[in-house]
């Protein structure tokens, strides 16, 4: 038998025969020697050694071996009219040949005579083929002639089951190449099928297109809904070949009931109606005693199940299915299989979050907590937490956050950071009594103070000093806690921090003295970080203007070598200034200066938005926070920036808020995690500003770009900011531009907590009408890694060199993977020609003595235009500054006017340019006139600087 | 967009005895995976659940003897329905191969992958009648 030899050659070659990895790497390069030769020898093959070497090639390959030959002789084993050397052959493409092979024409080229051949069992080599490279090109080939095929009506059932997930596949890689036509509607109608393998197949390629296009495929509601109902209603026995373990086609109901998740109900009436009895067999049949007691039995009906209310819940319209849904669920949380209980407390959380079924889900809470006690996989115990967070409202709180925080003391290290959060979140939520929320974040410090965040201990602060009718008790009880001989460094922080604001408020009592509280603080300093060492400097000198009494011994600690000969700068310097503030300043001013922060801007708590990134929005949601969170959502992602220390009060910065302006940052900013761009425009006042976190609408101020930015004009006059910005990703920019020459740092921030994959961002000069041949631009890039993390930034360097004189600016494409979906971001570059200005000033005479010499009409170019601004002189003036060429004062006659001068560099020529811009108040109107050289420069110039104002 | 990432069968000393990639991964990348997979299912026991949660992703997996089959599907995709499509995968392997063993999906890797094929295409469920799938291997078979 010629296929045990094929067998026999590859017993040959097998590893375990070898006893050790340089026996088996010396076995393999003889037989990779041995094959080679084969190829080249005089003698041409005949198919069936093709075969045996080429399938032994790819057994090599598979045992982890690079091969670099072999990949002709597979494509020629596609020519083949024997199955079996075909099959080699196929198989070697599917898993060695890459997209962008040469060898590509080739194969298509094979392809396309088997789907030509009308023979079935080569029709289903070819489509697997397709289907499992799935690239481009083959998309490009192929797109139109599947089909044809899947909705031909003399094609084989088991031809249409590979054709349909074959085109699934080329949508999915390709969707621009695969037009709907007239083969949708009939596509549609396979889900009437008799073959019970066709509607599986085309299922799954209905439900995809039905996400992309629902209009188009809405039809396949009331055939899903019939299909099923003929299945859920049909006596086991009835559907043979497709009854798995008693249960009539399990996978095919699984498939229809997530077809049906793509739509909102059915209207009418009839077709819901039928629906809804569907739900209700598969919830009565959960009741019923097991056909079988095998577990294939018991999953295969559950899987339907589970499936099943999930629609449920997608439709979130039925009060009575959704109550049944919890109840059956309810009894799988004490079920003896742990996918069950697992799968139950999923599943239930998200039915805690309809209106309906919210109640029936609270009554489960106990054995949650049994759950949570006593589970043994981490994984189940982490759902429970989840479902106790998702229950949670204010009539259970108190339970859930005691028990939860109770867990935490003997929790799993890898979810301790995740329920830190979710009980910060839900004390703050259900606070009745702040006494109580700061009882409980103070636990969480003490129990799991390492697992507590920034944005918790921020939290605190912020509702502590935001809520004066807490303060005094939130001072006592960190003073309490501080008497610990040992706390965690996050408590002495927000001891620290408290006791700085509101340590007066105990003062009068002898055992928290001031000096007690100083001394208290101070006995814990010196095992602290560089950080929270300067946190507790500002602490000592709002002590000073808290309890004057405390100045001497408090400027003693100052004045010491350990702080103002300190190796950090940081804590150096504050003892520095605080030691001089409190020298030099009046009471008076001392009382300005370090007042009492005032209360922080209500939003959305930094730790919903931490959590969120943590898991991914959809995880976190609840009864009350949906509709909110989605709108959160919408303005770009979890998390805004933080660029300005007002947005947490970060200690460090926020107690030297000296005076009026809190917000303004001494030393660093504080490196919080969120802002992705903060260091890029941390000297750019228009970029930082707007990033006043938490602040939706300023978050909208960043321009959003759909496809290609049409203008791009803000960046005219401006060469730093935020050039992009969608769900997934920030795109912001810094660049420096001298003579003809330009460098260009573009930043890609990965808003999600996903990595990018292939990530590829390429500028393109584009050209205008008049430069078919030559490029006006240069631009030299290298690529960037490939891969980019969630939350990380990537830069990219381009070099710009401008050859001649241009209009079109370059589009910058952008491509990536995102969590298996191809993104696609086209922006345009804001590389304009006033970039290459280098300003000139002169004096009047000179100017008017060039303004007349440039007096040839192709030289002037005019344009009268109405204010888009309020006409402001400063603006303006910053705005032919910053569009590049220099201002002239005191050389027009009428001072109200603005004139410029420069020259535009490029390679091959330099542009003398005078600008002369007249505002008339009165009408709104400017006038603006450009006078160069050249035509086009001139043309160019007045078209980009007439968009400014 | 939900479907199959990816179909491992591994032993229990970690080598891979079928990888079907659904999704363009680079050969590092797929190395990373089989090892983090392999990492992450070997070091639970019968007491835990099949599903674990891997990447943005999770995993279904199903132990026989010593070997661990292993599907990669989207968070909100159905365990169940992939639990028993592992399981009939077996089946199917089974009875083709007349009580399978590690050997078989060794020097037969041809023919798994055919198997894989009319059951699992483009990362979707294709046929899930053993009685189909057999019958057409049985059709191939007689072409050799």
Redesign the interface.
């Known amino acids: 038998n010629k296929n045990s030899c094929v067998e026999a050659g590859i017993r040959g070659i097998c590893v375990g025969r070898c006893k050790s990895k340089e026996a088996e790497i010396k076995r393999i390069n003889k037989e990779l020697a041995n094959i080679r030769s084969k190829f080249k020898g005089d003698k041409a093959l005949d198919g069936y050694s093709k075969k045996k070497y080429v399938c032994k090639l790819l057994f090599i390959f598979l045992l982890g071996h690079d091969i670099d030959f072999g990949h002709m002789e597979a494509v020629n084993l596609l020519s083949s009219n024997r199955y079996t050397e075909k099959q080699i052959g196929y198989l070697f493409i599917s898993v060695l040949v890459n997209s962008n092979s040469e060898l590509i024409r080739l194969i298509n080229n094979a392809i396309k005579n088997d789907l030509a051949s009308r023979n079935p069992t080569f029709m289903g080599l070819a489509l697997h083929c397709i289907a499992n490279v799935g690239s481009r090109e083959m998309a490009e080939a192929f797109a139109g002639e599947v089909p044809k095929i899947l909705v031909a009506g003399d094609t084989m059932d088991s031809v249409k089951q590979s054709a349909a997930l074959c085109l699934l596949r080329l949508y999915r890689t390709s969707p621009d190449l695969v037009p709907m036509g007239d083969w949708t509607s009939r596509v549609v109608h396979l889900l009437n099928d008799q073959h019970l393998g066709v509607v599986t197949a085309a299922t799954s390629l209905i439900t995809t297109l039905a996400q992309k296009n629902p209009e188009e495929f809405k039809t396949s509601v009331s055939l899903a809904v019939s299909r099923l109902s003929r299945i859920v209603t049909s006596a086991s026995t009835d559907l043979q070949d497709y009854t798995y373990y008693f249960v009539p086609a399990p996978w095919l109901s699984v498939k229809l009931l997530r077809l049906l998740q793509c739509y909102p109900p059915p209207e009418d009436p009839a077709v819901r109606g039928r629906l809804t009895e569907c739900l209700e067999t598969i919830l009565n049949k959960a009741q019923e005693p097991p056909k079988s007691k095998k577990v294939q039995h018991s999953n295969a009906k559950n899987a339907v199940l589970f499936e099943a209310i999930s629609l449920i819940i997608h439709h979130d319209s039925e009060p009575n299915l959704l109550v049944r849904a919890c109840n059956q669920l309810g009894q799988f949380l004490q079920h003896r299989e742990t996918n069950l209980r697992y799968l139950a407390l999923e599943s239930m959380c998200t039915l805690a979050s309809s209106e309906f079924s919210h109640e029936a889900v609270k009554t489960h809470i106990d054995t949650v907590i049994n759950a949570l006690k006593t589970e043994r996989d981490v994984s189940v115990r982490q759902r429970a937490v989840d479902l106790l967070y998702a229950m949670c409202d204010r009539s259970n709180a108190q339970q859930i956050v005691a028990e939860m925080l109770s867990y935490l003391e003997t929790a799993d290290y890898s979810i301790r950071e995740e329920i830190v959060l979710k009980v910060a979140i839900l004390a703050e939520k259900y606070a009745v009594d702040y006494a109580w929320y700061v009882d409980t974040i103070l636990n969480l410090i003490r129990i799991a103070g390492d697992y507590v965040s920034e944005e918790v201990w921020y939290r605190v602060i912020q509702i502590v000093i935001n809520r004066d009718d807490v303060q005094g008790y939130a001072a006592k009880t960190v003073f309490e806690a501080l008497q610990a001989p040992a706390c965690h460094e996050n408590l002495v922080k927000v001891g620290g921090y408290i006791l700085g604001e509101f340590g007066n408020l105990i003062a009068g009592d002898p055992r928290s003295s001031p000096l007690v509280q100083f001394n208290l603080l101070h006995s814990k300093f010196h095992l602290c970080s560089v950080p929270t060492r300067a946190l507790l400097l500002s602490t000592y000198i709002k002590f000073v203007n808290l309890f004057p009494e405390v100045k001497p011994t408090i400027q003693d600690v100052l004045r010491g070598d350990s702080q103002l000969r300190n190796a950090d700068v940081e804590l150096q310097q504050r003892a520095v200034e605080y030691l001089r503030l409190s020298t030099v300043a009046s009471t008076d001013i001392l009382a300005t200066v370090l007042e009492e922060m005032p209360p922080f801007p209500e939003r959305e708590s930094s730790i919903l938005a931490k959590l969120k990134k943590k898991k991914g929005p959809s995880t976190v949601t609840d009864l009350e926070d949906t509709k909110r969170e989605r709108s959160v959502d919408v303005n770009g992602g979890p998390e805004p920036a933080p660029a300005s220390a007002s947005s947490t009060p970060s200690p460090s910065a926020d107690l030297l808020g000296l005076g009026a302006a809190p917000a303004a940052p001494t030393g660093p900013p504080p490196s919080s995690g969120g802002g992705l761009l903060v260091d890029v425009f941390s000297d750019s006042a228009s970029a930082a500003a707007p990033l006043a976190p938490g602040s939706e609408d300023n978050f909208r101020a960043f321009p959003k770009h759909p496809r290609i930015s049409a203008g791009g004009s803000e960046f005219v006059c401006k060469n730093n900011g935020v050039l992009f910005e969608n769900q997934l990703l920030q795109i912001g920019l810094k660049s420096e531009f001298r003579q003809n020459l330009g460098r260009m740092f573009i930043f890609y921030g990965n808003k999600t907590s996903t990595q990018f994959l292939n990530f590829t961002p390429t500028p393109v000069p584009r050209c205008g009408l008049d430069s078919l041949t030559r490029t006006h631009l240069n631009l030299q890039t290298k690529p960037v890694d490939p891969t980019v993390d969630g939350g990380a930034q990537v830069q990219q360097v381009v070099n710009i060199e401008c050859v001649s004189d241009f209009t079109e600016a370059p589009v910058l494409n952008i491509q990536f993977r995102y969590g298996g979906t191809f993104q696609n971001v086209s922006v345009q570059l804001p590389i304009t020609l006033n970039k290459f200005f280098q300003p000139t000033e002169m004096s009047s005479q000179d100017f008017f003595q060039r303004w007349k010499q440039l007096s040839n009409p192709q030289q002037e170019v005019q344009n009268i235009f109405k204010a888009k601004h309020p006409m402001d002189t400063e603006i303006t003036k910053a705005k032919i500054i910053g569009f590049g060429s220099a201002l002239l004062e005191e050389v027009d006659p009428n001072p109200a006017n603005f004139v410029g001068a420069g020259i535009i560099h490029t390679k091959t020529s330099q542009t003398g340019c005078l600008l002369r811009l007249e505002p008339n108040l009165q009408a709104q109107m400017y006038r603006l006139t450009l006078r160069t050289s050249k035509e086009t420069v001139s043309q160019r110039l007045c078209e980009l600087l007439s968009q400014q104002f | ?3 199959i ?1 990816f179909i491992l069968i591994q032993n229990r000393a970690g080598k ?1 005895r079928l990888a079907k990639w659904y ?2 991964f680079d050969d590092d ?1 797929k190395q990373k995976l089989i090892e983090e997979v392999h990492a992450v299912v070997t070091v ?1 026991d019968a ?7 891997f990447r ?1 992703f999770k995993i279904i997996y199903r132990r026989y003897a010593g070997l661990y089959f292993c599907i990669c599907v989207d968070v909100n995709d ?4 992939y ?3 592992i ?2 995968f077996v089946e199917v392997l089974n009875e083709y191969f007349h009580n399978v063993c590690e050997l078989d999906l ?5 023919k798994v ?2 198997v894989v ?1 009319e059951m699992f ?12 799938v057999l019958k ?1 291997l049985l ?2 078979q007689s ?2």
């Open positions: 967009r939900v479907w990432r891979t999704m363009q990348e639970r007491k835990h659940t099949n599903f674990v949660e943005n159905n365990n169940l329905a639990l028993e499509a399981h009939n060794v020097f037969n890797f041809y992958y055919t094929d295409l483009a990362g979707e469920i294709r046929e899930t009648s053993q009685t189909k057409q059709m191939l072409l050799e």
